[in-house]
């Protein structure tokens, strides 16, 4: 309690301060949203600036409700310049686990970069067809810390379930 007054006291509420967080995006749209509900896009080159609070470097796996739009895509990513681990985001609502990515203390640079699944996608479209630009959407996410072989990886359609609780193998932040 931070005072008391005749009527009433006032708390103060402390949040905890996560291990890791997405402090920024870069080359998003602003966030939309319809029945199924929230996401951000971005076409092929995106990124965040995401934040380690620790004072060490982590391994923490990015869990993400990921679409692809109407074909599946290949997504890519890079840490600080560094190659890191990629998924196929096949077409439409999945939830993906992308990592374990390597953060150091305090702010890196997370890049993604989506890319046909095979050489015919990357193709003209059919005479008569329009070429759809390739998109991805990030719905809601969550950080994870998780050691390389806790790490369960993929992705999955996402289900009712998928909100139910935490992820075989991995650990949430504390």
Request: glycine share 8%; net charge positive.
């Given at each position: 309690?931070v005072?008391?007054?005749t009527?009433?006291?006032v708390?103060?509420?402390?949040?905890?301060?996560?291990a890791?967080?997405?402090?920024?995006f870069?080359?998003f749209?602003?966030?939309?949203?319809?029945?199924r509900?929230?996401?951000?896009?971005?076409?092929?080159?995106?990124?965040?600036?995401?934040?380690?609070?620790?004072?060490?470097?982590?391994?923490?796996?990015?869990?993400?409700?990921?679409?692809?739009?109407?074909?599946s895509?290949?997504?890519?990513?890079?840490?600080?310049g560094?190659?890191?681990?990629?998924?196929?985001?096949?077409a439409?609502?999945?939830?993906?686990?992308?990592?374990?990515?390597?953060?150091?203390?305090?702010?890196s640079?997370?890049?993604?970069?989506?890319?046909?699944?095979?050489?015919?996608?990357?193709l003209?479209?059919?005479?008569?067809?329009?070429r759809?630009?390739?998109?991805l959407?990030?719905?809601?996410?969550?950080?994870?810390?998780?050691?390389?072989?806790e790490?369960?990886?993929?992705?999955?359609?996402?289900?009712?379930?998928?909100?139910?609780?935490?992820?075989?193998?991995?650990?949430?932040?504390?």
């Amino acid at each position: 309690m931070v005072r008391e007054y005749t009527d009433s006291p006032v708390l103060a509420i402390i949040a905890a301060k996560p291990a890791v967080f997405r402090a920024e995006f870069v080359a998003f749209a602003p966030r939309r949203s319809d029945a199924r509900g929230s996401w951000r896009a971005m076409t092929e080159h995106g990124a965040w600036k995401v934040v380690n609070t620790t004072s060490r470097p982590v391994l923490a796996t990015l869990e993400a409700k990921l679409s692809s739009g109407p074909r599946s895509q290949r997504l890519d990513t890079a840490i600080d310049g560094r190659p890191g681990p990629g998924a196929l985001i096949p077409a439409g609502h999945h939830r993906c686990l992308i990592g374990p990515l390597s953060l150091l203390a305090g702010d890196s640079v997370l890049m993604f970069h989506t890319r046909p699944v095979t050489a015919s996608d990357a193709l003209a479209p059919p005479v008569g067809e329009r070429r759809q630009p390739r998109a991805l959407a990030i719905g809601t996410w969550r950080w994870w810390l998780a050691a390389p072989d806790e790490y369960p990886g993929g992705c999955r359609p996402v289900s009712p379930s998928d909100d139910a609780g935490p992820v075989p193998g991995l650990q949430s932040p504390p």
